[in-house]
């Protein structure tokens, strides 16, 4: 009759574990940064020896379908939980192979908010990533911050679009051997 009741509590304490747990993945919905369009930088061959590469190249040229754009929602569950501290977009790349010579940075122009729902007073704001922000791979760099102000009621979300992501490679060399590099972004939205 004892392991029979210990049996019991031990499958309370595992339902009430599994409600908690329930209760709050539906209160912390999933911050989404949704990422379109796609960069491969140009770099030209050297054909004569005495001859170097620029060292640096971005891709402010791409235009039109060829930018890279960021958009996505900051639910009100995640909103309400951080006050009026904000959030922010962290990243960070990983190798697809890349020499660590060459410097990845990052950095926005644009970007606009929308409050979705009924808020009373409300702002919000995206802030930073105006100057090229080098990329490390081992750990995350703050790119943006998101600032909210005012009331929010049931059912809202900030949405953010028309983020214009600019990148740059720098440390082109021929001292680099010979090869195709490339690394992927990352984008992460935390509290701040």
Known sequence: MN?????????????????????????MEAQ?????GNWAASIPSITEAGNNYTGTYDNTANTGANQIKLSGTLPGSFLNLLSSSGAKMTMHYTSNPWNSSMILSAKRTGGTTTINGVCLL????????????????TSDVTFVTFTFSGLLG???SVTFADIVLLLQVSGVSVTIPANSYGARVVFTIVAN
């Not at 019991?8 to 993945?25: A, D, G, H, P, V």
């Not at 989404?32 to 379109?36: A, E, K, R």
């Open 154 to 156: 049931l059912g809202n």
């Open 32 to 36: 989404v940064v949704n990422v379109s």
């Open 122 to 137: 409300c702002t919000a704001n995206i802030n930073g990533g105006a100057n090229y922000i080098p990329i490390p791979e």
């Open 3 to 27: 392991m029979n009741n210990h049996s019991r509590k031990e499958m309370s304490l595992k339902r009430y574990l599994y409600i908690i747990l329930l209760f709050i993945s539906n209160f």
